[in-house]
């Protein structure tokens, strides 16, 4: 399965679905989107992972430098997350640590306001 | 180990259908849904590492995967023909440098398996267990 991305404002910060396979194949297309969100000066960012069937560590290497692009704005990037298969990559890479993670959009909307 | 071997060509394109192929016949040796999703993830570091590794020599050699049940275990060994390197030791996540991207996949790998050889011989041998779940179609003991 493809990747898919779709993003929208809501208040301060922008949300960013993201839906199917992130791989080595196609997380360039991903690093490339949040690139451009952050140029188009959108600094707060909520990446919504809940359609996400497969990540691995080259997504989560793109999370990470998507996450240093909108600290240096002192902006943030939160994640919604609630399925055990993705959660547990975070987990065993200490990433839980550098990410607020959420299970559902509202908590993270909320929690980053 | 008896098992299938599979050639991958050095494109990331392939990295996903070598975490089909593997996926599938470990799901035909009995492994179940949750190990499967372990199986998959570090199928696709270990596989992603080969062909990046082929690509920073200019390699057009496949990337050879070998996969298949083994006592209560299913195994896959994934051979490049890279420059090979070091595996990093394991981090504390809170003293990581997260400047860089990249490097996490070695620490995925360890954490997923029951067990992983990194062996450096003629580029770099993945050797990877996984212990849980086999036996339910009635291939090998539970």
Redesign the interface.
């Known amino acids: 399965m493809e990747l898919s991305l779709h993003h929208r404002t809501e208040g301060d910060h922008t949300i960013l679905d993201v839906g199917g396979?992130v791989?080595?194949?196609t997380a360039p297309k991903l690093r490339e989107r949040l690139v451009e969100l952050v140029g188009e000066g959108h600094y707060n960012l909520v990446v919504d992972m809940t359609k996400v069937e497969?990540l691995?560590?080259?997504g989560?290497?793109?999370l990470?430098?998507g996450?240093?692009r909108v600290r240096a704005h002192e902006g943030s990037l939160a994640l919604v997350c609630n399925q055990e298969?993705i959660l547990?990559?975070f987990r065993?890479?200490?990433?839980t640590?550098?990410f607020p993670i959420y299970d559902t959009l509202d908590e993270a909307l909320q929690g980053q306001s | 180990m008896s098992g299938v071997e599979l050639h991958v060509p050095p494109d990331?394109?392939y990295?996903?259908l070598a975490?089909l192929v593997v996926t599938t016949a470990a799901r035909k040796s009995g492994m179940d849904d949750?190990r499967i999703?372990?199986l998959?993830?570090a199928v696709?570091?270990a596989t992603?590492n080969a062909?990046?590794a082929h690509q920073r020599v200019d390699r057009d050699r496949p990337v050879v995967l070998m996969f298949g049940p083994r006592e209560d275990q299913f195994e896959v060994v994934i051979q490049d023909t890279g420059p090979g390197f070091e595996p990093p030791l394991d981090q504390?996540?809170?003293d990581?440098d997260?400047?860089e991207?990249?490097?996490?996949?070695v620490?995925?790998i360890r954490?997923?398996t029951d067990g992983v050889d990194f062996i450096r011989e003629g580029g770099t041998r993945v050797h990877m267990r996984f212990s849980v779940g086999l036996g339910s179609n009635g291939h090998g003991p539970r």
């Not at chain 1, 065993?92 to 990433?95: D, S």
């Not at chain 2, 991207?101 to 996949?105: C, S, T």
């Open positions: 396979e791989d080595v194949y497969f691995d560590s080259t989560l290497g793109v990470v430098g996450l240093k298969r547990k990559i065993i890479t200490g990433l640590k550098v | 990331v394109v990295v996903g975490r949750g999703e372990d998959k993830i696709s570091e992603t062909i990046l504390d996540p809170t990581r997260w400047a991207e990249g490097g996490l996949g620490t995925v954490g997923l």
